[in-house]
């Protein structure tokens, strides 16, 4: 990455029980609960100018398979902007459906992790389409909607499936999630500096500078967005002042 790069914003849309919710560190009964309208959420992320979206189907990553399909649906009809979904979607039958009804790209974590064999298929099936879910506590990775966590690192996941073939890592501090405390940049840093995907940073956005101090650590590493949830939703970021913090 050069000096000048312009960073993606992700405007993040979780979904639990058909509305839009962010959660703290990923506590299902932490949840407040911001539009029960999601297709009229991701248009107004779109006419604010964002272009990309991340969608995660919260139940579904408990749940192990997709149970938001309706409310993933509405916001596909909503936009035109591309979207990248996760959440519950753990083989080739589940990834290839969201594909053929308009995702651009899908989030493989829980199945990342354990099942780094349907990576690599999902990877040479759809090149360019299957982004990998690294979520993070403590720098160990975290699975089945957070709720374990495993003895491998971040690090180590990222180098056992560095040759599959994906579009791009998700890295997400679960400790910082919802939190707005700021992103765990070190750990981002050092996740981009050992493994040649690009990186999309996740988990603590809570204010423009926070997106600022982003954009300068992510020079010359392979940092390519961000994604940023409550701030938005509160308001504490402004989806202009998050687009403005971002760009070279």
Not at 17 to 43: F, I
Not at 52 to 60: A, S, T
Not at 129 to 158: C, H
Request: charged share 20%; with cysteine; net charge negative.
């Amino acid at each position: 990455m050069t000096l000048g790069m312009t960073l993606t914003l992700f405007p993040a849309i979780d979904l639990k029980d058909g509305a839009c919710v962010r959660l703290r560190r990923g506590e299902m009964a932490e949840a407040t609960v911001y539009s029960d309208d999601p297709g009229a959420q991701a248009r107004a992320w779109q006419d604010g100018g964002c272009e990309w979206l991340h969608v995660v189907d919260l139940n579904g990553a408990f749940a192990g398979r997709p149970v938001n399909a309706a409310a993933v649906r509405a916001i596909l009809a909503s936009v035109s902007v591309p979207v990248q979904l996760g959440g519950g979607i753990r083989d080739m039958a589940g990834i290839g459906h969201w594909l053929e009804a308009g995702v651009r790209r899908v989030i493989l974590g829980s199945a990342a992790a354990k099942n780094p064999a349907l990576v690599r298929e999902a990877c040479g099936a759809w090149p360019g389409r299957i982004v990998v879910g690294i979520d993070a506590r403590d720098g160990f990775v975290a699975t089945e909607g957070w709720a374990e966590t495993s003895s491998m690192t971040a690090i180590d996941l990222a180098a056992r499936l560095e040759d599959a073939g994906a579009a791009a890592i998700v890295f997400t501090d679960i400790g910082r999630d919802g939190m707005l405390g700021g992103l765990d940049l070190a750990r981002t840093v050092e996740l981009s500096r050992r493994t040649a995907v690009p990186v999309i940073a996740s988990g603590g956005v809570g204010s423009a500078a926070d997106l600022v101090a982003l954009r300068q650590a992510a020079a010359g590493t392979g940092i390519t967005g961000v994604i940023v949830g409550r701030a938005l939703y509160d308001g504490r970021v402004t989806l202009a002042q998050a687009l403005a913090a971002l760009a070279a």
